[in-house]
């Protein structure tokens, strides 16, 4: 009996602990970023400049802009939630080879920019960036696209502006349920402060919605993007299944490069 009670002790200490740890060090575990001095000189192919856009708060925000003579529209791109733009600047290349023009911004404390993170703070960077893309686009479509960490700030971008489109690829019901898949011996819903709720704010947006998704993805499972798109009761809306797909390699995959062509044809 003294034995269970001192095994039992001690699994309460070890959930006190992870409950310590996910609460504190949340941030650590959502976000990856990677640091580039100022003077950081970008280098692609494709012609680009680089802005940067100041926030009230006093936030410095990086982001680069893909040009070419009479674009299609623009893509307004969101990342995922690892390294900078230096490696996610290559992303924007087979939308530009598409004809569009792309504006991809590196979140508060990713690359170059400053400020500190918040979800509230990183939904009204998200509006700067679209507001940044409507007036210098007013005439063309604006596509919006997420991946991963930045389906969760497209969509509810999405859900308060207009655009042409919304393009989510390996996106989350909400962050709180892909946490739930991770810890479900926590009560993760009250120890996250960025919950990133998805499915409450896709149901607000009224035009196409296309999401990409592989079955073998370890990082955001498939089952939690089936049940974004399950929720949106939007008529047009088409979920894209990629088998054997995992987290990063959508783009090696037929079905994902056809799907992508066609929705920007």
């Known amino acids: 009996m003294r034995k269970l009670k001192k095994i039992g002790k001690g699994v309460l200490i070890l959930l006190a602990v992870l409950v310590l740890m996910l609460y504190f060090f949340q941030e650590k575990l959502i976000f990856l970023p990677s640091k580039l001095p ?12 680089e802005i940067f856009i100041s926030h009230s708060d006093g936030a410095k925000l990086n982001a680069l802009h893909f040009r070419q ?12 939630n690892a390294g900078d733009l230096s490696r996610w600047g290559q992303m924007a290349l087979p939308f530009v080879s598409l004809g569009y023009d792309v504006v991809m911004m590196d979140y508060r404390t990713y690359g170059k920019s400053t400020g500190k993170l918040s979800e509230v703070a990183l939904q009204s ?6 507001d940044y893309t409507k007036k210098e686009y007013n005439n063309l479509p604006i596509v919006l696209f997420g991946r991963s960490l930045g389906t ?7 859900s308060k502006n207009e655009a042409k489109q919304l393009i989510l690829e390996t996106p989350f019901y909400s962050l709180v349920d892909v946490a739930k898949e991770r810890f479900p011996f926590l009560p993760v819903k009250m120890l996250l402060k960025y919950k990133f709720n998805s499915n409450l ?10 999401i990409f998704h592989g079955t073998d993805d370890s990082v955001v499972p498939y089952d939690s993007g089936l049940k974004l798109f399950q929720s949106m009761d939007n008529g047009a809306k088409e ?10 390699n959508l783009i090696e ?3 994902y490069r056809k799907g992508i062509e066609r929705l920007l044809r």
């Open 38 to 49: 100022q003077d950081y000189t970008y280098d692609f192919p494709q012609n680009f400049e």
């Open 69 to 80: 003579d009479n674009p299609k529209g623009v893509i307004l791109y969101f990342h995922g």
């Open 125 to 130: 960077d998200a509006q700067l960036f679209y």
């Open 152 to 158: 969760g700030i497209a969509t509810h971008l999405a």
């Open 201 to 210: 704010y896709i149901s607000k947006i009224n035009y196409p919605v296309t």
């Open 239 to 248: 979920m894209i299944t990629i088998p054997d797909g995992e987290h990063n």
């Open 253 to 255: 995959f037929e079905a």
